[in-house]
């Protein structure tokens, strides 16, 4: 009674009304149906509906999924294989490879909170542009590990290739960088695995906004990247799905009546072979970063402090 009579004056006192607070219910109760995920949302609402078309979602990580039809196709190159929707009860399920990088716009915040590099998450594009390479320099940001294809907990971020005229300006753009090698890690493995290869990537979620990181990311795959003017894929994907619903038909899915959505294409800059040199000194930086984490020479009380910073990481990571 005494925290109803103090949640009733606070309630008072911010002018809330009581009659919005939600009802207590059961905790076993069928409260509504889920039509997607988070990442099969973006799926749809980049339109991604048919066989070969993929998306990569930028935020804090990297979620890349591409459409494998209507039969589930499993990874020999470290990838996931996952439901990607069912868009109706009489339609086919569909079914997608997804493959994760655990640090993507991690690294730029790594560059502003840790390092002090930059004030805001934006200036680390107009650092970049201002040299527009790395002069050499190659960062592996896996702070707690890597994720696809390789899946190696024991990998710790490398920065390489430094030299006495590396600066703060290369660093930032070695940084946008590893967020586009770490997407053609997967990519690579979606075409080897799916032997559909991508024609074109569609790319949303915050970091889009960075035009030299989709550009670079164009560059280092040699393919066009897509970016749509809509950057709510992923509550455009669930709206698209419930709006084609049995019962609402708000729309159609069919090819023919797709909605069109307006994008902007970042076509790749340079030619193949510098990419894939650029990308071969990436893989062997990505080697350097492996196994740094080992027991095998700690003394016994090393050890312990070892296994408590890792269990710190994880947690504050």
Not at 222 to 243: F, K
Not at 276 to 288: E, G, I, L, T, Y
């Amino acid at each position: 009674h005494l925290f109803s009579l103090h949640l009733c004056c606070i309630f008072r006192y911010f002018d809330i009304p009581m009659e919005i607070l939600p009802d207590v219910r059961s905790s076993s109760e069928v409260y509504g149906w889920m039509c997607l995920g988070d990442q099969s949302a973006a799926l749809v609402g980049q339109m991604c509906f048919e066989e070969g078309q993929a998306k990569n979602t930028y935020g804090t990580g990297c979620f890349l999924l591409q459409n494998t039809g209507c039969k589930p196709v499993m990874s020999n190159h470290g990838l996931l294989t996952t439901v990607a929707y069912k868009l109706g009860r009489h339609m086919p399920c569909c079914y997608a490879l997804e493959g994760s990088v655990a640090i993507a716009g991690a690294v730029v915040q790594w560059l502003k909170n840790n390092m002090g590099m930059v004030q805001t998450s934006s200036e680390i594009e107009k650092l970049a542009a201002e040299v527009g390479t790395s002069h050499g320099c190659y960062f592996v940001p896996a702070f707690s590990g890597l994720y696809a294809p390789y899946w190696e907990p024991s990998a710790r971020g490398i920065i390489c290739g430094l030299t006495q005229f590396t600066n703060k300006k290369h660093l930032a753009f070695a940084a946008l960088e590893a967020v586009c090698f770490q997407t053609r890690e997967i990519l690579d493995a979606m075409n080897q695995d799916s032997g559909v290869p991508l024609t074109q990537l569609r790319v949303d979620g915050g970091m889009t906004a960075n035009r030299l990181l989709m550009q670079l990311q164009a560059d280092i795959l040699c393919i066009p990247v897509v970016r749509p003017t809509m950057s709510e894929t992923t509550a455009l994907g669930a709206a698209v799905a419930a709006g084609a619903a049995e019962g609402v038909d708000v729309w159609s899915l069919s090819p023919g009546h797709l909605p069109l959505i307006k994008s902007e294409t970042f076509q790749p800059q340079i030619n193949p072979e510098e990419s894939d040199f650029r990308f071969s000194r990436w893989k062997k930086a990505v080697q350097k970063a492996m196994n740094w984490e080992t027991m095998e020479t700690c003394s016994t009380s090393e050890g312990m402090e070892l296994q408590l910073s890792l269990v710190h990481s994880e947690f504050t990571d």
